[in-house]
């Protein structure tokens, strides 16, 4: 079975960059749409980014587009989100996800598999 292990969240002040490892285990990420999900504190879940089985079609929230980078790395069975110019209302719970994927494009709909999630809080 599917296991997925988010790290690499942690405390950064406004401006500043983290990234996040999604690390699968049980089953390849290679034929798996891939997204990163985050639930901020009394607010409902949102899709962030998602990246298609092979790497060559990614997806952005509008709020994080040319600030976050998703990439994956199939060898490593670890699929990574690049934050960049955090910003305060970046804070939340991320989590990745598996995500249905349709003609080669990814859908921002988490499916099957889900990791326990990993805090990123941006303050000064």
């Known amino acids: 079975q599917l296991q997925l292990v988010e790290s690499g969240g942690g405390l950064v002040q406004p401006g500043g960059s983290l990234r996040l490892s999604c690390a699968a285990s049980?089953?390849?990420?290679?034929?798996?749409?891939i997204g990163w999900f985050r639930q901020a504190p009394g607010k409902e879940r949102e899709g962030v980014s998602c990246i298609s089985p092979n790497g060559a079609r990614t997806k952005y929230a509008d709020s994080v587009k040319d600030r976050f980078t998703i990439s994956r790395d199939n060898a490593k069975n670890t699929v990574y989100l690049q934050m960049n110019s955090l910003k305060p209302e970046d804070t939340a719970v991320y989590y990745c996800?598996?995500?249905?994927?349709?003609?080669?494009?990814?859908?921002?709909?988490?499916?099957?598999?889900w990791g326990q999630g990993t805090q990123v809080t941006v303050s000064s």
């Open positions: 049980g089953l390849t990420l290679a034929y798996v749409g």
């Open positions: 996800a598996t995500v249905p994927t349709v003609q080669g494009l990814c859908i921002m709909r988490g499916s099957a598999y």
